[in-house]
C-alpha cells in the first residue's frame, strides 16, 4: 500500500513536472519574453520601471500593427515585403492630402486607408490572378509604394496634422495613445483569424491550397480579402507611426517588413502556412521590442546590437521549431490547447514578472551612482564623419567622468525616436541628439524637456522644440565658401551639379542655402541638376553616374559632405581632378586623402571630434545649472592640396 501510494506520489510529481515542461514549450515565444525579462531586469535597474515598460509598448506598436497583417498572409502560406513601403506611403497621403491641399482629417484619413487597401488588393491580384510568386509582386509593390511615397512629398517629410498626431500622444498623461492601438489592432487580428470565415479560409489555404480549392473555397478571392487586409493593416501603422513623429516621412518604415516578419514567426507561425495566432505575433513584436529597449539601456556597442538582434531571433525560432518536434500542439486557430491551459500560462507568466518585480526592487532598490549619466542618439554610424563626433564625445566623456551611452538610429527616424525615449524613460542627467530628421525628433525632445532633462543638438537642429544648446558648424557659410571655391576653379563660367544631403536635415538645408547664396556671385556658373544622395557614398556614385548620362559636359561638382564627394570621384574616374572639379563638405580623413591625391579639390572641413567634446561640455553645464549658449558655431575652414599638410582636423 505504501509503495503504491509512493509511485501514485511519484507519478504525480512526475506528471506536474512534465505538465509545466509542456507548457513552456507550448508556449515558446512566451517564454522566451519571460527570459528576456528576467535577464534584463537584473542586469538593468532602469528596465522594469512602469515608464519604460509603456516606453516599450509604443515601441512595439508599429511594428505589431504591421505584424497583425502580415499574419494573415503568413497563415495562409503567402508573404508580404511591401508593408514598409505602404505604411509610409499611407501615411505621406493622409499629411500630402490634409495638410497640403486642405482635404477634411476625417476624408484624409479614409484615403490613407484606402490607399492601403489598393495596394494589398494590386498583391493579391498579382498572386492570385498573375500567378506570380508572392515574393516578387510583394517586392515589386515594395519598390512602388517607395517610389510613390517619394514623389508624392518631393523627397520632403510632410507636417502631419495636429488632430492626427494626437495618436502618438498620451492619455491621463500616463497611458500612450500608440499602445491603445495596438491592442485595438489585435483584438481585430484575433477576431478575424478564429471568429470569420476568411479566418478559417487562411488556415484552410495555409494547410493545403489545393484540397480547399476542391472543398469549395474560392480561394482567388479569398487571397484578394487576405493581401488587402495586410494593406489595412500597414496603412493604420503608417499613420501612428507618423504621428508619433508628427511627420510623414518618405523613407519611414525602411525594413520594417522584415521586423514584421520576424515577429509573426518568433510568436509561432510557419513559413509554411497554416499555423499562427494573433497573441504569438504580439509577443514576438514585444520580444524585439523588449531586446532593443534593454540593449540601449546596457549601453551595448550600436554594432553589436545587430549582431545580439539576429542571434535572439534566431534561437527564438529553433525554440518554437523544438517544441513542434516534441510533438507540442500546433499553433492554430483554436489558440494552441484548451483554454484553462492557455489561462494557466498566463497566470504563470503574471507570477513570474511580479517575482522579478520584487527581486529587482531588492537589488536596484538601494544602488545609486553619482556618475553623470549621458545618451547620446547619433543619426548613423555608417559614415566617418558620424563616428568621429562619438569619438569626441566619448573621450571628453572619459576625461571628465561621465557614463556616455551612444547609439545609432541608422538613419531611422523612428527607430531614434524609440532611443531618446529610453533615454529619457531610464532618467539619464542629459541627452545629446544628431537627428535623422529636424522635425521628427521633436515629440522626443519636447518629452525629455518635460522630464527637466536638458537637451544638446549637436550638427543638425531640432524644430519644433526647444534644446538648451545647438552645436554645429556655421553650414551657410560653409556652403557660401563651397561655392566661392568651385566658381573660382571654374573662372566663374561652368556647368555644375550639386549633390544634395539628407532632406529634412537643418544641415542639408543650411549647406543649400549656402550654396545658393555663394553660387548669386557668380551669373556665369549654371546650375545644370540638384538630387538628393543623402550623404551616402553609394548613393552618390549612383546618383553622379545616372546624371552624367543627361550632362556628360559638367565641369564641376558640389557634394554636400565628404561621403557623397568621394561617390562623385569613383562615377567620374579620370575625370575628376582634371576635366571635372569636385568640391566636398566635413573634412573627413579619406576626403582629406582625396585633396591630397588630388581628386578632390577641396573640401569644407569641419571638426566632428570638437563638435562632440563641445556637445559633452554642454551638455555636463547643463546639468550643473550653469549658463548654456544657445548657440555654438565651431569654425569651417576650405582646405584644398595648398594647405592640407598643416590641416590638423
Known amino acids: 500500500m505504501a509503495t503504491d501510494t509512493l509511485k501514485s506520489s511519484t507519478g504525480a510529481s512526475g506528471a506536474r513536472g512534465g505538465g509545466l515542461r509542456r507548457l513552456l514549450l507550448d508556449n515558446g515565444a512566451l517564454t522566451a519574453l519571460i527570459v528576456l525579462v528576467v535577464a534584463l531586469s537584473a542586469l538593468s535597474g532602469d528596465f522594469l520601471t512602469t515608464d519604460n515598460l509603456l516606453n516599450i509598448g509604443v515601441q512595439a506598436a508599429v511594428t505589431a500593427i504591421l505584424a497583425f497583417g502580415v499574419t494573415f498572409v503568413i497563415v495562409s502560406a503567402g508573404i508580404d515585403l511591401s508593408v514598409g513601403s505602404v505604411a509610409a506611403l499611407s ?24 490607399t492601403g487597401v489598393a495596394a494589398g488588393l494590386v498583391n493579391g ?42 495618436l502618438g500622444d498620451t492619455l491621463g498623461d500616463w497611458l500612450p495613445v500608440p499602445v491603445l492601438v495596438m491592442v485595438l489592432m489585435g483584438v481585430i487580428a484575433a477576431v478575424v483569424l478564429g471568429r470569420t470565415y476568411i479566418g478559417r ?34 496603412a493604420v501603422a503608417g499613420v501612428v507611426l507618423a504621428s508619433r513623429l508628427s511627420s510623414a516621412q518618405p523613407q519611414a518604415a525602411d525594413g520594417y517588413e522584415l521586423d514584421a ?40 556597442s550600436a ?5 545580439v538582434i539576429g542571434v535572439v531571433i534566431a534561437l527564438a525560432v529553433l525554440l518554437d521549431t523544438v517544441r513542434r518536434k516534441a510533438g507540442a500542439t500546433p499553433v492554430t486557430s483554436g489558440g494552441g490547447g484548451p483554454k484553462g491551459k492557455q489561462a494557466a500560462t498566463y497566470a504563470l507568466a503574471a507570477v513570474v514578472t511580479v517575482a522579478i518585480v520584487g527581486a529587482t526592487s531588492f537589488l536596484h532598490g538601494s544602488s545609486s551612482s553619482t556618475t553623470p549619466k549621458m545618451g547620446l542618439s547619433l543619426s548613423t554610424l555608417n559614415n566617418p564623419f558620424f563616428v568621429q563626433i562619438r569619438s569626441g564625445a566619448q573621450a571628453e566623456a572619459k576625461k571628465r567622468g561621465v557614463d556616455l551611452t551612444v547609439t545609432d538610429a541608422q538613419n531611422d527616424a523612428s527607430q531614434q525616436a524609440n532611443q531618446l525615449q529610453n533615454f529619457t524613460s531610464s532618467g539619464l542627467g542629459s541627452i545629446i541628439v544628431n537627428p535623422v530628421d529636424s522635425d521628427a525628433a521633436s515629440n522626443s525632445v519636447k518629452a525629455a524637456g518635460k522630464a527637466g532633462i536638458p537637451v544638446i543638438a549637436v550638427d543638425r537642429g531640432v524644430n519644433k522644440a526647444s534644446v538648451d544648446a545647438l552645436v554645429a558648424s556655421d553650414n551657410v557659410a560653409g556652403g557660401e565658401q563651397a561655392a566661392k571655391t568651385i566658381a573660382e576653379k571654374l573662372g566663374g563660367r561652368g556647368r555644375i551639379a550639386i549633390l544634395q544631403g539628407q532632406a529634412g536635415t537643418s544641415a542639408a538645408r543650411e549647406r543649400a542655402a549656402g550654396f545658393a547664396k555663394g553660387l548669386k556671385a557668380y551669373p556665369g556658373i549654371r546650375v545644370v541638376a540638384q538630387q538628393p544622395a543623402d550623404f551616402d557614398r553609394t548613393k552618390g556614385l549612383d546618383v553622379m553616374s545616372n546624371l552624367l548620362q543627361a550632362h556628360p559636359d559638367v565641369q564641376g561638382v558640389i557634394a554636400a559632405n565628404d561621403e557623397m564627394a568621394l ?62 549658449a544657445q548657440t555654438v558655431k565651431v569654425p569651417v575652414k576650405v582646405v584644398t592640396k595648398d594647405n592640407v599638410a598643416g590641416f590638423s582636423g
Open 125 to 166: 491580384f498579382l498572386i492570385a490572378y498573375g500567378k506570380l510568386p508572392p515574393f516578387i509582386a510583394t517586392l515589386a509593390m515594395l519598390s512602388v509604394a517607395r517610389g510613390l511615397s517619394l514623389v508624392i512629398s518631393g523627397g520632403v517629410p510632410i507636417p502631419f496634422p495636429d488632430s492626427v498626431s494626437h
Open 303 to 307: 554594432f553589436w546590437q545587430q549582431v
Open 201 to 234: 479560409s487562411m488556415y484552410a489555404i495555409g494547410g493545403n491550397e489545393e484540397a480547399a480549392r476542391l472543398s469549395g473555397l474560392r480561394v482567388k478571392r479569398q487571397k484578394l480579402a487576405i493581401y488587402a487586409l495586410s494593406g489595412v493593416f500597414a
Open 91 to 114: 501615411a505621406t497621403v493622409l499629411a500630402w492630402s490634409a495638410t497640403s491641399h486642405g482635404v477634411p482629417v476625417f476624408l484624409a484619413l479614409v484615403l490613407a486607408v484606402a
Open 567 to 628: 561617390g562623385a570621384i569613383k562615377a567620374l574616374g579620370s575625370k575628376a581632378g582634371t576635366s571635372v572639379q569636385v568640391v566636398g563638405f566635413d573634412g573627413t580623413p579619406d576626403g582629406l586623402k582625396a585633396v591630397k591625391d588630388g581628386t578632390l579639390h577641396a573640401s569644407v572641413a569641419q571638426q566632428p571630434s570638437q563638435l562632440g567634446r563641445i556637445a559633452v561640455d554642454n551638455a555636463l553645464k547643463a546639468v550643473q545649472g550653469k549658463k548654456v
Open 261 to 300: 516578419i520576424a515577429a509573426v514567426v518568433i510568436g509561432g507561425a510557419s513559413l509554411a502556412g497554416g499555423t499562427g495566432k494573433a497573441s504569438g505575433t504580439l509577443i514576438g513584436a514585444l520580444i524585439l521590442a523588449v531586446l532593443r529597449n534593454g540593449l540601449n539601456l546596457l549601453n551595448v
